[in-house]
């Protein structure tokens, strides 16, 4: 998990140049380390389908 907080940070350094990640987290949310991480699994699609959702 820690290798994987440490690669998103430089993907963040790296397209916006800014070595601080507070303004993104705080943009996006917490959550969006792991919808990245979420994206790149198989069969997300599916998976997400099947979860139940009441508005």
Do not use: C, P
């Not at 998990?1 to 601080?20: D, P, S, V, Y």
């Not at 943009?27 to 099947?50: A, F, K, P």
Request: zero cysteines; charged letters at 20%; a positive charge.
């Amino acid at each position: 998990m820690e290798q994987f907080i440490r690669q998103t940070k430089a993907n963040h350094r790296r397209i916006t140049g800014f070595l601080n990640w507070n303004t993104y987290i705080q943009r996006n949310g917490e959550l969006i380390v792991l919808t990245m991480d979420t994206l790149g699994q198989e069969h997300i699609e599916s998976r997400l389908r099947s979860v139940g959702y009441v508005a």
